[in-house]
């Protein structure tokens, strides 16, 4: 037997007893690499960070080294660095400077008018089943009904006390686990070139020439395409969040910045995003002001329209190029897949398989074009 042919038949048989044994012990094996990535969480998140804020340092770099001084060496790339942390621990703090009192004054105006808000609903439902004559309904007492509503949640709210100190303790570990991510951070992008050279030489040096090359070229278009799009996500996010703050404040809406706000952070997921924004709005509106509740929901529409035509094409739209078809897929199959985050993910990740099976495709009708001409 050739022995070459040996040793792959080996290898087979290697492998499948391997897979055999990592079948049937599927459990522990899933919780040990759960475990393994609870453990890298931290690093996992200043890779993320380093990826979004990778952008912003090398245009500041690229702008320190037009000054004399700066023009060579690791100064400008250290500099550049600090101003970029600096500005967003700035912006940061001013975030939650003016946004964190809007929002305790809104929960503190929202809880001691919780009575008015609950009477206001049972005086609107019965006048509602009156006018549609539901004679079952017609003489419940809705405000008994609300009372026991109201007593059934604080009951559920005050069984949930004991696990607070659970939920402390996650939220410390979170707390963590990103301040851990943001130091991984700097390193990562105060070594990025070194980094990015050490990785080119091993996997030159480990991988053969064929699977190197479209290793990299793969990696270019998921890293032009994944950068793209958070830039212009994030972009977009501040666009749609300062328009609906003038208009609502214009129009004299209640809680301006903070529905603004959520309208502009929902805006992230795509498709059901503007439908979540717009949903958590109507409700603030619709028991603080349910006059302009309807009107509230024509604006954030009419804006919503404005944005997905004029603004989005141009600051996410030209970084994915995918149809509407494909992103409609991609969004629902990544939702099924893997929930919230999938539905992030899906864009970037289709856009990349779809500008890889492009050129793929572009690239096997040329070379069947030059195979046809220079046939006889």
């Known amino acids: 037997m050739d022995r070459r042919l040996y040793r792959q038949l080996l290898c087979l048989i290697a492998f499948t007893l391997l897979l055999y044994a990592a079948l049937c ?57 600090v101003l970029v942390y600096l500005v967003l621990a700035c912006l940061a703090l001013l975030f939650i400077a003016v946004l964190g009192p809007q929002l305790a004054k809104s929960l503190m105006h929202f809880s001691e008018n919780l009575p008015r808000y609950t009477a206001t609903i049972s005086t609107f439902l019965e006048d509602l089943y009156r006018r549609l004559q539901i004679e079952s309904l017609a003489g419940m007492d809705f405000a008994t009904v609300s009372g026991q509503v109201a007593s059934w949640a604080e009951t559920l709210f005050s069984g949930l006390m004991p696990r607070l100190m659970g939920v402390t303790g996650g939220v410390f570990m979170t707390i963590g686990n990103w301040s851990m991510g943001f130091v991984i951070s700097v390193y990562l992008l105060a070594e990025r070139r070194h980094l990015s050279a050490q990785c080119r030489r091993m996997a030159s040096a480990w991988l053969p020439k064929r699977i190197f090359n479209k290793a ?31 208009g609502m404040s214009i129009l004299g809406f209640p809680y301006a910045l903070l529905i603004s706000s959520i309208v502009g952070v929902a805006n992230i997921l795509p498709i059901i995003g503007p439908l979540i924004g717009m949903i958590a709005g109507a409700f603030l509106l619709l028991v603080e002001a349910p006059r302009q509740f309807i009107w509230f929901i024509v604006f954030l529409f009419c804006l919503q329209q404005i944005e997905a035509t004029f603004i989005y094409p141009r600051v996410v739209g030209s970084k994915i190029g995918l149809p509407p078809l494909w992103v409609a897929v ?35 009708l040329s070379f069947r074009d030059r195979q046809k001409k220079r046939m006889p």
């Open 330 to 364: 991609g969004v629902m199959a990544g939702g099924g897949l893997a929930g919230i985050w999938g539905m992030m993910l899906a864009l970037p990740v289709v856009s990349v398989l779809y500008s890889l099976l492009r050129e793929e495709t572009a690239r096997r």
């Open 216 to 246: 990299r070229r793969v990696l270019r278009v998921s890293f032009t395409i994944f950068s793209g799009f958070v830039s212009g996500q994030l972009r977009e996010m501040c666009i749609l969040g300062i328009l609906c703050f003038i």
């Open 25 to 81: 012990r599927i459990e522990p094996i899933w919780q040990a690499v759960c475990f393994f990535l609870r453990i890298l969480t931290p690093f996992f998140l200043g890779c993320l960070i380093a990826f979004i804020l990778r952008g912003p340092v090398c245009g500041m770099e690229a702008r320190l080294r037009a000054f004399e001084k700066l023009k060579n060496g690791r100064a400008a790339s250290i500099l550049a660095l």
